[in-house]
Nanobody, 121 residues
Framework: QVQLVESGGGLVQAGGPLRLSCAAS????????MGWYRQAPGKQRELVAA???????NYAELVKGRFTISRDNAKNTVYLQMNSLKPEDTAVYYC???????????????WGQGTQVTVSS
């Protein structure tokens, strides 16, 4: 099994930065994709950013230019650098990984528990 642990969430003033981290551990053979999703009250969960092992990235339009996703393959860790935060960025942010599990094979999906990001105005 694989578990993802997010960290870095908290309260930040509008316009400020925040960096989220997500570390995967367990029976990992290879992590193919990692990404960040968020869910605000009353809204559907949405993709924030995702990255492949090769470094390709994909961003939600609302965060493009403000957020940067990166990963450290050696550490099985993905980061989300959030700059110029806005109150509408307030949400629970979830880390996701699509991976090959040493025990269960490929195309496994794992989710973190979520970390709260609150942006004050």
């Amino acid at each position: 099994q694989v578990q993802l642990v997010e960290s870095g969430g908290g309260l930040v003033q509008a316009g400020g930065p925040l960096r989220l981290s997500c570390a995967a551990s367990g029976s990992i053979f290879r992590i193919d994709e990692m990404g960040w999703y968020r869910q605000a009250p009353g809204k559907q969960r949405e993709l924030v950013a995702a990255t492949t092992r090769s470094g390709s990235t994909n961003y939600a339009e609302l965060v493009k230019g403000r957020f940067t996703i990166s990963r450290d393959n050696a550490k099985n860790t993905v980061y989300l650098q959030m700059n110029s935060l806005k109150p509408e960025d307030t949400a629970v942010y979830y880390c996701n990984a699509i991976l090959t599990d040493r025990l269960w094979g490929p195309l496994q999906s794992s989710w973190g528990q979520g970390t709260q990001v609150t942006v004050s105005s």
